[in-house]
């Protein structure tokens, strides 16, 4: 429903301003505004049955008050109360304003969260409303909690609701009928009613199932659309070679180092999707340090040996430069022609790189996801391997298919997802997963420490510099002043680089920097130029440099343990022995955890029950729609259900086709036809 909410008695535009800092345009983002929680005013509790820590609606009448203002600038207003079973104290800070007037001997009703002191129990800043001759009825029923944004207020927001669902109800369902009955589900229009308005707390629930239902089952239902229409693709590429597997044995026999247990087990599973006549869509799961790389150039030798070319997309310039030395080094003794192509070319050298690729004088082409722009032709593409999936859109993979022969797709992440999210967010894939590291690592150590270790742990990057090591230095935050009290990458660089490590080489790295310049600080830290990085999140995914033995993170509370996982994962990366520095303000058990766990995949399992997949991992950024309401973890029960129905739809297709066109045209441009 694309209605604007200005089409609804009192927004006007600055309300409508407001509500669109909430995400709200029309009256279908509206409606999808859910509570965040609610509050039951429906049950009135005796003072005598109240429970410390509940949240309960008492009515009572005033037995005295009292207000006192505080350095003329807020006022306190005490109250004592009373029924028939007991008495109970309340207070009410008001700012700079008085509270409304509250009169002795009258009664009231108040709700508000109760907690109970050696004086009894007490309710601070109770809402509340007077007897008057009759009772308020919408006073005690359940009410939606929102989110807010400036300028609005719970009281407006509901308003706003009740105005919408009365004078421009829902008139259209967007569930099949048949999924409603067989799963008990609320039709949409009474749904919508019980979930912003509950007439009881047992039909708030029923409604929220149904639009958890709805989310799980739409994401899952188009995702088995994208495989289906990639597992309908007959015009794949089989690389079955006798000779490309025999030069591929002899090449990891010359290597220093062999294969890990994981790494062999993945590299079976690539190679049989490879000899298959359908087109490959497989995604490399590997912990950080894993060792994805090698299975990169193993899938590369058998497509370049079987007669086709193969690129290597990496999300960053400096990471592609990264990558092609590596793997340009590898392929070299095997005569592969390998071929970069970066942003740093010249003119000339970019013309003379696209033509090598179209003429196919250069087996293995290596840059960023610009490499599958129209621009760039192939004389014989067989195989695309990108590195971090979730920098990648769906869009550009999808390009690929446009080729004659659709090329084969291998997709290396190293952020550690738990398997159950991974199947459903990469749901149109298939999925190998690499644990174990190389040979020869060591574990990174790590230590959460309090802040006020902050000079003992400086003094000790001094002497790790002076040892010739390199040290990086990650902030929740660029500038100061984004969130008083947090630490910032500008602010520390700014005072310890002036300061403490002011004879030494330091760094600034972070998101508001232009490519370029990101670029430029990351070749003087790899480099060796620079010795100490100061850096937000950008280094998440970053250069490997190997001389980087110490990580500190700052306000480390501030981040999920997947991600400080990823960012633990810069250090360790050579032969040194390297460390981990978690500060925050109190050490707590989420960073106990990480000083005890090394292994993403726990930690990524533990990111999911402790903050949930909105905040660990975004739904949105694989093309599909964002969840409002579910909770990949929390709701597994319901996922399961909702897997089940989507399956039942595209088995039975023919049954569903209106609906899955509908889902097409709510989706423009998620699944192909």
């Known amino acids: 429903m694309s209605v604007p909410v200005t089409f609804l008695k009192g927004v006007k535009t600055a309300r409508a301003a407001q509500l669109a800092q909430l995400g709200v345009h029309t009256l279908e983002d509206l409606y999808a505004l859910y509570p965040k929680s609610y509050e039951d005013r429906s049950a009135v509790r005796k003072i005598a049955a109240l429970r410390d820590g509940e949240n309960a609606t008492v009515c009572a009448y005033i037995k005295r008050t009292e207000t006192r203002t505080v350095n003329n600038r807020f006022s306190i207003t005490n109250i004592r109360v009373y029924d028939e079973t007991g008495s109970m104290n309340l207070s009410i800070f008001n700012g700079k304003y008085p509270p409304p007037l509250l009169c002795a001997g009258e009664l009231y009703a108040f709700y508000g969260k109760i907690s109970k002191d050696q004086y009894g129990f007490h309710m601070t800043n109770p809402t509340f409303t007077k007897y008057d001759g009759r009772w308020e009825e919408s006073f005690f029923t359940i009410q939606p909690l929102y989110p807010l944004t ?6 407006i927001l509901r308003k706003i609701m009740a105005e919408a669902l009365k004078t421009a109800p829902p008139q259209y369902e967007t569930l099949p009928v048949g999924l409603l009955k067989k799963y008990h589900l609320m039709m949409r229009g009474d749904a919508l ?10 039909a708030m629930q029923e409604s929220r199932k149904r639009f958890k239902f709805e989310e799980l089952f739409t994401m899952q239902l188009m995702l088995l659309l994208l495989k289906d229409a990639e597992d309908r693709v007959q015009n794949g590429i089989s690389f079955h070679n006798p000779d490309a597997d025999a030069e591929i044995s002899a090449f990891l026999r010359s290597l220093p180092f062999t294969l890990s247990e994981g790494q062999q087990a993945v590299w ?8 298959d006549a359908r087109a490959m869509n497989r995604l490399v799961l590997g912990d950080v340090g894993s060792g994805k790389t090698i299975l990169a150039v193993l899938a590369m030798i058998k497509a370049i040996r079987s007669g086709y070319q193969a690129v290597y997309m990496a999300p960053t310039e400096i ?14 003794p095997l005569k592969i022609r390998t071929l970069l192509i970066s942003g740093a070319l010249t003119a000339k050298e970019k013309r003379e790189a696209l033509a090598a690729a179209e003429h196919g004088e250069a087996q293995c082409i290596i840059g960023t996801h610009a490499l599958i722009q129209p621009s760039v032709k192939y004389q014989k593409l067989g195989l695309a391997i990108t590195d971090e999936q979730h920098r990648f859109g769906v869009k550009q993979r999808a390009m690929l298919s446009e080729q004659e022969n659709t090329p084969d797709v291998l997709v290396m992440t190293a952020t550690p997802i738990p398997r159950t999210l991974a199947l459903i967010l990469y749901g149109d894939m298939d999925i190998s997963i ?24 400086y003094q000790w990057v001094l002497r790790l510099v002076e040892e010739g090591r390199q040290v990086y230095m990650v902030y929740p935050l660029i500038e100061e002043g984004e969130d008083p009290g947090i630490c910032s990458a500008t602010e520390r660089f700014a005072t310890l680089s002036t300061g403490i490590f002011r004879k030494i080489s330091c760094g600034l790295i972070h998101g508001k920097m232009a490519a370029a310049q990101k670029d430029s600080v990351m070749r003087d830290f790899k480099e060796g130029r620079t010795k100490i990085l100061f850096s937000t999140t950008v280094v998440e995914v970053g250069v490997d440099v190997p001389n980087a033995s110490l990580m500190i993170i700052e306000n480390a509370e501030r981040f999920g343990l997947a991600q ?12 040194h022995q390297s460390y981990c520095v978690l500060f925050s303000e109190k050490v707590t058990e989420r960073m106990k955890i990480m000083e005890k766990v090394s292994d993403g995949f726990i930690l990524s399992e533990k990111d999911l029950q402790l903050r949930g997949p909105g ?6 950024q694989h093309g599909l729609p964002p969840f409002r309401i579910a909770n990949l973890y929390q709701d597994a029960d319901l996922l399961k259900l909702a897997g089940e129905a989507a ?27």
């Open 319 to 332: 990471l592609a430069e990264q990558h092609y030395a590596n793997i340009s080094k590898m392929l070299a």
């Open 150 to 155: 400036k300028g609005m207020t719970q009281n």
């Open 193 to 202: 009613r019980n979930i912003h308005f509950p007439r009881s707390m047992e």
């Open 564 to 575: 400080l996982h990823q960012l633990r994962g810069r250090v360790g990366r050579g032969s």
């Open 647 to 673: 399956f039942h739809v595209l088995r039975n297709r023919t049954e569903y086709d209106e609906f899955i066109a509908y889902i097409r045209k709510k989706y423009p441009g998620r699944i192909p036809l």
């Open 615 to 620: 905040d660990f991992f975004g739904v949105e």
């Open 268 to 275: 079976n599973e690539i190679s049989a999707n490879m000899d």
């Open 434 to 457: 690499l644990k174990t590291l190389p040979h020869g690592r060591l574990p990174i150590k790590t230590y959460a420490l309090e802040n006020t270790m902050h000079d003992r742990i």
